[in-house]
Nanobody
Framework: QVQLVESGGGLVQPGGSLRLSCQASKTTFTGSTMYWFRQRPGKQREFVASITTDNDATLAHDVKDRFAVSRNNANTTVYLQMNSLKPEDTAAYYC??????WGQGTQVTVSS
């Protein structure tokens, strides 16, 4: 059974930072491209970042100067480092494997 478990969300002030983690089972992680999506209030789920098994990373245009995606194959975890957070980054953030399997999401709220 595919299992993706996100953590690291929370409330942060504008300009602050958070690091999200998504831990996967080894069989889920190995050989998979991992993604981060987010769903802002009242909006459709949207792409944020992806990283291949070769560490080829892609970031959405509106976050590429502030966010970074990385993966640790040893502990089967993918990370999303979010810096200079803005209120418009407020969303539920979801981990995804190969555009098929989803985690349960973690809430990020950026507010003063």
């Amino acid at each position: 059974q595919v299992q993706l478990v996100e953590s690291g969300g929370g409330l942060v002030q504008p300009g602050g930072s958070l690091r999200l983690s998504c831990q996967a089972s080894k069989t889920t992680f190995t050989g998979s491209t991992m993604y981060w999506f987010r769903q802002r209030p009242g909006k459709q789920r949207e792409f944020v970042a992806s990283i291949t098994t070769d560490n080829d990373a892609t970031l959405a245009h509106d976050v590429k100067d502030r966010f970074a995606v990385s993966r640790n194959n040893a502990n089967t975890t993918v990370y999303l480092q979010m810096n200079s957070l803005k209120p418009e980054d407020t969303a539920a953030y979801y981990c995804n494997r190969d555009l098929r399997d989803w985690g349960q999401g973690t809430q990020v709220t950026v507010s003063s």
